[in-house]
C-alpha cells in the first residue's frame, strides 16, 4: 500500500514511516519543503517530496504535521488536489521567493544590473 505522511518530517512522522516501512508498505514522507522531505526520507530508505506530491496516488494519507497546522494543512491539499493546483505558499512559490532574494543580491553586487531569473551564474556573489 502507498502511504503518504503528511508532515513527515517530525517525531511522530519519521516513527511511523519506519514501522511501515518494516512492514513493506511503500512509505513517502511529505514536508512543506520538498528537499527536507527528500532528505528526511532518505535517511529512513523511503521515499519523500513535497506534501502535495507525496499525497498523489496515495492509498492512505496520514496527516502527522504540527497538530494546531492539521486542519489548515488538510483544507489546502483538499483544494489543491480537487483542483489540480498548488497549495497556498507550495514549495514552488518558496523556491520563487528564494530565488528573487538571491537575484536582488546577485544584483546588487553586480552594480546594480538587472539579471534574469533563475540566474545562470548560481554561485554566491562574494564568490564570484
Ligand atoms: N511526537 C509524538 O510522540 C506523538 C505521539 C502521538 C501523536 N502525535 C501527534 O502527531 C502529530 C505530529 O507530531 P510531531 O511531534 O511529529 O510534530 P512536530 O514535529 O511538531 O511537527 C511535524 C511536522 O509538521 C510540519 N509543520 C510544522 N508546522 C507546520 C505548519 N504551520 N503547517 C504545516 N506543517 C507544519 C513540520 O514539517 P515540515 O516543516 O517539514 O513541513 C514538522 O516536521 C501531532 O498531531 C501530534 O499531536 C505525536
Redesign the pocket.
Known amino acids: 500500500m502507498k502511504v503518504a505522511i503528511v ?1 513527515g ?5 519519521r516513527a511511523l514511516a519506519r514501522k511501515l516501512r518494516s512492514l513493506d508498505h511503500e512509505v513517502y514522507i511529505g ?3 520538498a528537499q ?2 527528500r532528505e528526511r526520507a532518505s535517511e529512513l530508505g523511503v521515499q519523500g517530496g513535497a506534501n502535495e506530491e507525496v499525497v498523489r496516488g496515495a492509498d492512505l494519507v496520514v496527516l ?4 494546531n ?2 486542519l489548515d ?1 488538510a483544507r489546502e491539499l483538499v483544494d489543491a488536489i480537487e483542483q489540480n493546483t498548488e497549495p497556498t505558499a507550495s514549495s514552488r512559490d518558496a523556491v520563487w521567493v528564494t530565488e528573487i532574494i538571491q537575484g536582488a543580491y546577485a544584483s546588487h553586487f553586480a552594480g546594480g544590473k538587472r539579471l534574469a531569473i533563475p540566474l545562470v551564474d548560481r554561485r554566491h556573489p562574494l564568490a564570484i
Open positions: 508532515g518530517t517530525g517525531a511522530f512522522g514536508s512543506r519543503d527536507r522531505g502527522a504535521t504540527k497538530s497546522a492539521t494543512t
